[in-house]
């Protein structure tokens, strides 16, 4: 990338050249669209009731996404710095959210509107190729989980899930083991005796 173009325009191109080889004029139009948002420690990015209409990646921080069913709180997925996340049913249905995105330490994002998004995808065909891809792993990543939860039996569930999902290696460092444990469907001491069984037999 070129130097007038900002920290944040380079962080996006290079995700996004992970997925395709995009050009300096392919990148145009979608630099002359995104935005930047710090959010403090504890604030929410969306709440339950409200409308999804951003596709996100996060610069720095941490996204906790969750919801609240019968006062029990129930993960979704983290995003952590260099990856994407919204809504998907929020978004695409216009309705709203079922699900709560709450910064767990200060995070900066940048993000695509949607109004934006669909401009895009009527005019760059890089884009969307890009925004298929994506729209791909996610789905993919979300299918995988699916499936984990379906297991009673919690070492299993802890073996596919690092076996399976990803981004279950950066999850293990950057992601408090209590949240992990509700991401699996588990008690964290529920958790921490299958890790630790695990990494004995390892």
Same mark, same amino acid.
Do not use: W
């Given at each position: 990338?070129?130097e ?10 290079n ?18 669209v995104i ?23 996060v ?6 996404? %969750?919801?609240?069913? =019968?006062?029990? $709180?129930? &993960? *979704?997925?983290? @995003? ?7 809504n ?6 216009e ?54 939860l379906?297991?009673?039996?919690? %070492?299993?569930?802890? =073996?596919l899930? $690092?076996n &399976? *999902?990803?981004? @279950? ?9 209590k ?15 299958v ?7 390892a």
């Amino acid at each position: 990338m070129k130097e007038h173009f900002s920290t944040e325009e380079n962080i996006l191109f290079n995700f996004l050249s992970q997925v395709y080889p995009l050009t300096q004029i392919d990148f145009m139009p979608l630099a002359k669209v995104i935005k930047k948002k710090k959010i403090k420690k504890g604030e929410l990015l969306l709440n339950i009731g409200q409308v999804e209409t951003k596709t996100c990646l996060v610069l720095k921080g941490f996204i906790h996404q %969750y919801t609240i069913i =019968e006062d029990n $709180l129930f &993960t *979704i997925d983290f @995003s952590l710095s260099g990856m994407s996340f919204n809504n998907f049913t929020s978004y695409m249905e216009e309705s709203p959210s079922n699900q709560i995105q709450e910064a767990l330490i200060d995070t900066e994002i940048i993000y695509f509107e949607k109004i934006d998004i669909e401009k895009l995808l009527l005019n760059s065909h890089p884009f969307s190729f890009i925004y298929t891809k994506l729209f791909e792993q996610v789905h993919l990543e979300r299918e995988k989980r699916s499936l984990i939860l379906q297991h009673k039996n919690a %070492y299993k569930k802890y =073996e596919l899930f $690092l076996n &399976t *999902i990803s981004k @279950s290696k950066r999850f293990l460092e950057e992601v408090p083991q209590k949240l992990i444990a509700n991401y699996l469907g588990m008690t964290p001491e529920t958790y921490s005796r299958v890790k630790k069984t695990y990494l004995n037999k390892a």
